[in-house]
């Protein structure tokens, strides 16, 4: 039986993907690298033997805090070195973030392949400096090859939950007949943006519009607004169910959002996080502006007469809202965690 340590942390955005990979693998022994309190602890659970190590990014001024992390980095490359051999792990797999420049670099000492999977359309820093390294590349986007010049690369989408492939029912009150805004601000920088759908929210209710917003946990106004057809959470945990029920989203565009958006064929207002890694969030939305699925602002341009107006002028051009959620189809790859399973299985 052959042995993967997948290392993925800090965000939905990582680890959902390699848990979508590492339930294509019932085959394989699987371990998982974490960092200490982080989302994964929680979500792992005691589905597979868990280790962590203490990593994190050089985003600092100090040249002592920095010389710090570089020595942290150097310990956490032996960390993971020692695990593999202890471990007798095969193949390392890795969704990007601080976790996977010590994966990959242990590794590469180790003799073994190591796989990353880049969700963004421009490449992370880590996926820059060190793919070289590394097996294959394994991308979300068709068009962040051309970021990677000789490097082996393959275009596989982003793997979603398992439950986004299948139809979900929806323990909400909302009547079958009526149109559904969903609002997802994402777990940074949501509430800008749920202070404007709350300006807005009205008049779409006045058309008849039931409302889903998720607020996230930080929104000290999130219970500023009541009304029935309005529902607000701070999170929802069938977004399957909720996104296949949507007729329009209203979202950051990360690109595990974008790629359930893709997989339920939901039409969407993107609004990318203004302060994400080299605007990354920008370039992701692109592919689905160009290929008619969606609307894109940047939140310093969006008012609320902007995005009110656009959301009511969909709401009455159902037929530009069919045409939008048809054109999601060639965004992203049904079969993506089989392919990367796949992958995986080659390079052992």
Known sequence: MARLLIAASGTGGHVFP????????????????????????SLIGDRYPFHTISVEGFQTRSPLKKLQILLGLVNSVFVVKKIIKEEKIDVVFTT??????????????SGIPAIIHEANYIPGK??????????????GFKGTQKYLPNISTLWVSTPVRSQFYTPQSLDLKIPDN??????????QGAVSVNQLVRQCVPEWL???????????KNDPDADSFQHPPYISLPFYDNMAGLLQRADLAVSRAGAGTLTEL????????????????????????????????AYCYQQKELTEEKLRNLVINLLKNPDELRKMSQNTSSLAVIDSADKLAKLIKKAV
């Open 206 to 216: 006045e058309m008849g519009a039931y409302v889903v917003h998720l607020t996230g």
């Open 178 to 187: 009526v149109p559904l805004i969903v609002i997802v601000g994402g777990s």
């Open 262 to 293: 893709a997989i339920t064929k939901t039409p969407a207002v993107l609004i990318p996080y203004p302060f994400a890694a080299e605007d990354h969030q920008s370039f992701n939305a692109q592919v689905f502006v160009e290929g008619e699925a």
């Open 18 to 41: 390699a848990l979508g990979v590492a339930e294509k693998l019932p085959d394989y022994e699987i371990q998982w690298l974490g960092t200490p309190n982080r989302l994964e602890q």
């Open 126 to 139: 880590v996926t820059k400096l060190l793919s070289r390294f590394c097996h294959t590349v394994a991308l």
């Open 96 to 109: 990007g973030g601080y976790i996977a420049s010590p994966t990959i670099l242990a590794a590469k000492l």
